[in-house]
């Protein structure tokens, strides 16, 4: 990663802050127009990136014809502005979380329940999908605060004085994926609860290679270890958007599988991972314009 100068740093927190500002102002209906039209222009200028996005989306649906996978990827980027956009109103105070989430009732209640049975710590298990950062921000409100594990931004201003406290705004503690593995293990010791994204690219060392939409993916194997090592519960959980500026939480019946019918511990860990996978693909199915698919995922390289 690029390091950058304090000059550089500075203007990209203060342009940020100036965005938020801005979105404190604007009717709603403008927000989300402004955002989709930058959206759309980053998908016909930027190329490379638009490129990956139609590649991974073809050998995921490759039941759907060309002019079927152009339009899905156009939603993809649509999507992904609505995901900016209420971001940016929430950030400026405009939105609340318990106002955008239509069946909070229903939510409450399942993580009561998750409470009230299980006592060796919870993972929470999600997806870059939708607006990733809200399902742990509504479950810490909700008497859920969770270790959650985060990538360091390469700015470490706009992490410091924006990214992190709308991150802990109701008690959650993010820590970054390179000193995760103590805090994790820590959090579900004492019961606690964490929160990880499984659906990136890490390196050989740190996962293993199994199928994601039925190409081989390197895949993280904390979740797999973890499970393993303290037996706490893994809860997929997701909040696909329903319409503009509302969501749904999904909390899904845990995946209690532990392969045991592998012997070798390294096999368990993969076919656990892979299950994890199927989870994620099972969600991300529902609405697929909703997840990250611009990230060159199926990428093999070291």
Same mark, same amino acid.
């Given at each position: 990663m690029a390091i950058k100068s304090s000059l550089v740093i500075s203007l990209e927190y203060y342009g940020v802050k100036g965005l938020i500002a801005l979105f404190s102002m604007l009717p709603r209906s403008w927000g989300y127009g402004a955002t989709k039209i930058l959206a759309l222009l980053f998908y016909h200028l930027v190329k490379s990136r638009r490129k990956i996005t139609i590649e991974n989306l073809s050998? !995921?649906? $490759? =039941?759907?014809?060309?002019?079927?996978?152009?339009? #899905?990827?156009?939603e993809v980027y649509i999507e992904l502005s609505k995901t900016l956009t209420d971001t940016l109103f929430l950030l400026s105070g405009r939105l609340e979380i318990d106002a955008i989430v239509e069946n909070r009732e229903e939510a409450l209640a399942k993580l009561a329940l998750l409470k009230s049975r299980y006592q060796n710590g919870f993972i929470f298990m999600g997806a870059h999908f939708s607006n990733w950062e809200l399902p742990p921000l509504f479950a810490s409100k909700h008497g859920f605060p969770m270790v959650v594990v985060g990538r360091e931004g390469d700015n470490p201003l706009i992490d410091k004085e924006i990214i992190l406290p709308f991150r802990s705004r109701y008690g959650n503690q993010t820590v970054y994926k390179r000193s995760a593995g103590i805090a994790m293990m820590r959090e579900l010791k004492s019961g606690g609860a964490?929160?990880?994204?499984? =659906?990136?690219?890490?390196?050989? !060392? $740190?996962?293993? #290679?199994?199928?994601?939409?039925?190409? =081989? !993916?390197? %895949? %993280? $194997?904390?979740? !797999? @270890? @973890?499970? #393993?090592?303290? =037996?706490?519960?893994?809860?997929?959980?997701?909040?696909?958007?329903v319409s503009q500026g509302m969501y749904r939480l999904d909390i899904g019946d845990p995946v209690e599988y532990r392969a045991d019918e592998v012997e070798e511990d390294e096999e368990k860990l993969k076919q656990m991972t892979q299950r994890y996978n199927l989870t994620l693909e099972a969600i991300i199915k529902e609405y697929p314009a909703q997840w990250f698919w611009m990230h060159d995922r199926w990428n093999l390289r070291e």
């Open positions: 050998y !995921a649906f $490759n =039941d759907l014809g060309v002019e079927q996978i152009q339009g #899905l990827s156009k964490i929160g990880v994204l499984i =659906d990136q690219k890490v390196n050989k !060392a $740190n996962g293993f #290679l199994v199928p994601f939409f039925g190409r =081989d !993916a390197f %895949t %993280t $194997n904390s979740v !797999a @270890m @973890m499970k #393993l090592k303290s =037996d706490p519960v893994v809860i997929p959980i997701s909040m696909p958007r």
